[in-house]
């Protein structure tokens, strides 16, 4: 029925690390780990979602290890395992992978205007296409949505991922991922129903 709800997503971003700080973009799994701010933000948002009673069947992360760290902080206050699902990893960076948004600008100059105005095409420096992103991103929460049904489930991964989840829930167009804003250490919750998706909430931090 249209009413019945299929799954609820608890979506938290990683804590900060080095390069967040920087501002700097990366596609790599390896590096950067948590930064002492990130484990701080990791520690306050799992007593959050403790104190919220969050409810949760599962929880996923992305395979990067500073998702992987801050799941395994997560599934402690829960007394539970992690599942590592490889298909949540963030945005392909390409040659951008490294720099900073002063560096992308100044070695390919109007690459992020090109990223909103051109959202079907990858940038000049090969970084995956906004409408390839969100789509990838689409397939993989779909099939953990249809291998919960009726369950309620923590997705740790990148603020870029979460991103990419809004728009295909809410039928945002491309162009308009940039404009979505998510913090380290935020909880972003979607409940996925028959026909359509809602969002209870976003980008919440505790204070």
Known sequence: MYFNRKC???FVCHGATIYSEEGRFSDAENYPPLSELG???????????KARAVKNDVIYTSPSVRTVQ??????????????IVDDLKTRF?????????EQIEEQYPGGF????????????ADAESSIEFISRIKVVIDRLVAQNIGNRIII?????VIQAAICAALDIPADKLPKIFIRT???TQISYYEKWASLVYSDCVPI
């Not at 205007?113 to 000049?124: A, K, N, V």
């Open 93 to 101: 960076c390409g040659k951008w992978n490294g720099l900073t948004y």
């Open 8 to 10: 609820k997503i608890t």
């Open 70 to 83: 801050s799941a395994m902080m997560i599934a402690k206050i829960f007394k539970k395992d992690y599942v």
């Open 39 to 49: 484990v701080e933000e990791m520690r306050a948002l799992s007593d959050f979602l």
């Open 185 to 187: 250490g935020s909880a």
């Open 156 to 160: 740790v991964t990148h603020p870029e």
């Open 113 to 124: 205007d090109r990223i909103l105005t051109h959202p079907g095409e990858r940038t000049m």
